[in-house]
């Protein structure tokens, strides 16, 4: 019995890429069909040049994804430095459960410092966009 769960844990351990490998495939192979049909109705119906900008444009990116790396890295820095306090403070991780509150405590401090570092950011951006110096 343990050598079945063994095999299927390996098999789909295994497959979890090769998935993901061909989902994205088929999504990258829709997209692309989608943006020629659009571009051939769009000679066909010989739409205004603006026009046909505003539909084949790519959307402006959302702030999720422009602040996506600032919030991992100071997430992995909290918890690196939360990693190193609980070391300094001689915690184990095998048996401590200092050691993973200091690392947690970590991170929700990084969390925080991204937070506000990309409130700051934003601030700025819409002062700018208001012409406000």
């Known amino acids: 019995m343990k050598e079945l769960v063994a095999i299927v844990t390996v098999v789909f351990a295994l497959s979890i890429p090769i998935v993901v490998i ?16 659009i571009r051939r109705l769009i000679i066909e119906h010989q739409t205004d040049l603006e026009t046909a900008k505003c539909l084949i444009s790519e959307p402006l990116a959302r702030d999720d994804e422009r602040f996506g790396t600032l919030r991992g890295g100071c997430l992995l820095v909290g918890g690196g430095l939360g990693g190193i306090i609980s070391f300094m403070l001689g915690a184990d991780l095998k048996h401590d459960s200092a050691a993973w509150l200091c690392i947690a405590l970590g991170i929700g401090v990084g969390l925080l410092v991204a937070f506000a570092i990309e409130w700051k950011l934003k601030k700025k951006q819409n002062r700018e966009e208001t012409g406000e110096a």
Do not use: L, M, P, Y
């Not at 061909?22 to 049909?37: F, G, L, M, P, V």
């Open 22 to 37: 061909i989902s994205h495939t088929i999504q990258q192979i829709r997209k692309k069909n989608a943006d020629n049909d």
